[in-house]
């Protein structure tokens, strides 16, 4: 399976030869793309210069910062115009543990479309988080888990691994949130076209390096686009069960 490791950046000069270096010792075969927002502290440049020492390295460098969603986009789309058969997204900031690659890209050659690394199933944790951040974080991913009857408990987690089929079957021209709202956009997407999801445990750790590029935008854009999914999605069950019983009464 031709794997595709796509990396957005912005501003990670202090990460991005360590990252790239460690998932190159971790998965040999394995491509990385780095998506550079055309960052003012030259992470791009360093990506190129890693890429001619270590190979397997891709680099696209945008004009403006575009969000993460945006990077994704572009990101699966250029793997999917290269052949690739799987994808995984990813933090530069260490974040995510490179070591967990191979566990987390296991469940696709068993037959599932998505794995998610999930905090919250057992096995997962994030040490770093105070209660009352973790409280937030769960109370969102419940809310979006039963607004949208999607049976995961990580809907936001950041660190997965796709299908080419999925990704194809999704449409990223059709996905238009980004950052929070994109992660579980794709989940909800993938399991609306008919698949399968599953997730694998995973250890979260604070960035060490670099400023986090959350805001409460993202968080507002997420709820506020999973409230109108969820909408969409029981009306259309009242309209199908209405045009269901309208069917029955005219054959009478």
């Not at 360590?18 to 010792?25: D, E, F, V």
């Not at 096995?123 to 105070?130: A, E, F, R, V």
Request: overall charge positive.
């Amino acid at each position: 399976m031709r794997v595709l490791i796509v990396l957005p950046t912005y501003n990670e000069a202090g990460n991005i030869v360590g990252i790239l270096t460690k998932i190159r010792s971790v998965l040999s075969q394995a491509t990385v793309l780095v998506v550079d927002d055309s960052s003012p502290d030259s992470t791009g440049d360093l990506a190129k210069k890693t890429a001619e020492e270590i190979g397997g390295v891709e680099v696209i460098t945008r004009p403006t910062k575009s969000g993460l969603g945006s990077a994704y986009r572009d990101g699966f789309t250029w793997g999917l115009e290269h052949g690739f058969e799987a994808f995984v997204e990813m933090d530069s900031d260490f974040s995510h543990d490179p070591g967990t690659l191979p566990k987390l890209l296991e469940p696709l050659d068993k037959g599932f479309d998505v794995v998610v690394g999930s905090r919250y199933i057992p096995g997962g944790s994030i040490p770093d988080w105070s209660w009352y951040r973790r409280f937030i974080s769960k109370g969102g991913n419940l809310y979006a888990s039963l607004l949208l009857s999607i049976p995961v408990s990580d809907l936001t987690s950041g660190f997965r691994a796709y299908t080419a089929s999925v990704i194809r079957n999704i449409d990223m021209s059709n996905v238009k949130a980004d950052s929070y709202g994109f992660q579980i956009e794709m989940v909800y997407k993938a399991m609306l076209g008919g698949g399968r999801v599953t997730e694998v445990p995973i250890r979260f750790i604070d960035r060490q390096m670099g400023k986090s590029k959350m805001s409460m935008y993202t968080v507002a854009e997420a709820l506020l686009l999973v409230t109108w999914w969820g909408i969409v999605a029981r009306v259309g069950k009242i309209a199908r069960l209405f045009y269901k019983l309208s069917a029955k009464e005219s054959k009478k």
